[in-house]
C-alpha cells in the first residue's frame, strides 16, 4: 500500500517532526470536546488514521472515562498507538478505503487522512453515519499559491498523496455528503501550511445540536 509505504520509515520521528503542525489541531478539537463533556463523563472516540496514537492519549488525559479507539493502516503506527495506549484503547489496523465499521461512536475523528484516500466522499459518508454527536475532520487546505504548488509537486512525486482541496471546495463536499458544519476555521502552524478544520457536531431538524 502506497500510504504505509509512505509512512512505515517515517513512524518513529513524525511525532516530532510534525509536533505543531498536529498540536495546533488537537488543541482545536480538545478545546471543542471540553465545551461538550465533563472531565469525568463516559464517551466514545474513534480516530480514523489514528497515526502514532497522540491525540486520542490525549483526549485519554482530558477524559480518563472516555472509551478510545482507532484505525490506522500503517503496521509501525498501529504498534506505536497500541504500545502509547497500553490498554486504554482498542487499535485496529485496517485499510480506510474498504474499512466496514461495526458499530457508531459518540466521536469520531479524521486528522489529515483524506488527501490519501480512494474515495473521500465514501469517508465523509462514513464519518456522518459512524458519529452519534460530533465529528472533527481536517485537511491541508489548498488556498495560497505555495500551497497549489506544493499540491502538483505531491501529486507528481508521491504515490500515497491523492488529492487535496481549497476550503471552498471542501466545505461543499462536506455538505453534499450530507454533514453539518458548526464550526469551522483555518489554522496556521507556520507560514507555509494552512489547515482547514471542521467540527462537524451533528444538529437535528430544529437544529438543536448535541
Ligand atoms: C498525516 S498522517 C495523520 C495521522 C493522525 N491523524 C494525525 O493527525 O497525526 C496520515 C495517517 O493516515 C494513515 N492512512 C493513510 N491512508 C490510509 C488508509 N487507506 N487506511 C488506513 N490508514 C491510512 C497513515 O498510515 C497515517 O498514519
Not at 517515517?10 to 482545536?28: E, L
Amino acid at each position: 500500500m502506497s500510504y504505509a509505504n509512505y509512512y512505515s520509515d517515517k513512524t518513529s520521528d513524525i511525532d516530532d517532526r510534525w509536533f505543531f503542525f498536529t498540536q495546533i489541531q488537537f488543541d482545536w478539537i480538545l478545546e471543542r470536546l471540553k465545551v461538550h463533556y465533563a472531565p469525568d463523563d463516559m464517551f466514545s472516540v474513534m480516530d480514523l488514521g489514528c497515526g502514532t496514537g497522540r491525540l486520542l492519549s490525549l483526549i485519554a488525559d482530558a477524559f480518563p472515562n472516555a472509551k478510545l479507539n482507532g484505525v490506522d493502516g500503517t503496521p509501525e503506527m498501529v504498534k506505536t498507538s497500541i504500545n502509547r495506549l497500553s490498554n486504554n484503547a482498542t487499535i485496529t489496523q485496517a485499510n480506510l478505503n474498504n474499512y466496514v465499521p461495526d458499530q457508531s461512536y459518540d466521536v469520531v475523528i479524521s486528522t489529515t487522512v483524506m488527501h490519501h484516500l480512494d474515495d473521500p466522499h465514501a469517508h465523509l459518508r462514513m464519518v456522518g453515519d459512524m458519529a452519534n454527536a460530533h465529528a472533527f475532520i481536517s485537511e491541508f487546505a489548498i488556498d495560497t499559491l505555495t500551497l497549489k504548488l506544493a499540491n502538483i509537486w505531491w501529486g507528481l512525486t508521491q504515490k500515497s498523496h491523492k488529492q487535496a482541496w481549497p476550503s471552498k471546495s471542501f466545505q461543499i463536499m462536506i455538505r453534499n455528503n450530507g454533514l453539518t458544519i458548526s464550526d469551522k476555521t483555518i489554522l496556521n502552524p507556520d507560514h507555509f501550511w494552512q489547515l482547514q478544520i471542521y467540527d462537524l457536531t451533528q444538529c437535528n431538524i430544529n437544529n438543536i445540536c448535541h
